[in-house]
């Protein structure tokens, strides 16, 4: 794979020189922007505050769901680069 491929990989894999957390929070910012129209980007919209439930079981809240769905979401770009092989 080219050294290029394998830099972006990393650097998308460890998160290193950005703030994953950051990230989440932007898309959770705007993705409850565009679904509902009213949310403003200064609006303390709080992911460990919102919480997932199965029936009436609780699961998680939306701060966990989001950190490893970002991790899993990751390992598959991962998995799509190294397919340019």
Do not use: C
Request: glycine share 6%; hydrophobic share 35%.
């Amino acid at each position: 794979m080219s050294n290029k491929l394998e830099d972006v990989k990393e650097y998308l894999l460890n998160g290193e020189s950005f703030s994953k957390d950051d990230i989440i929070n932007d898309m959770l910012i705007e993705t409850f922007r565009q679904m509902y129209g009213k949310v403003e980007h200064d609006t303390p919209l709080s992911a460990d505050e919102i919480s997932l439930h199965w029936g009436d079981q609780y699961i998680t809240d939306l701060e966990g769901f989001l950190s490893h769905f970002y991790r899993f979401l990751m390992i598959k770009v991962g998995n799509t680069i190294d397919s340019f092989k």
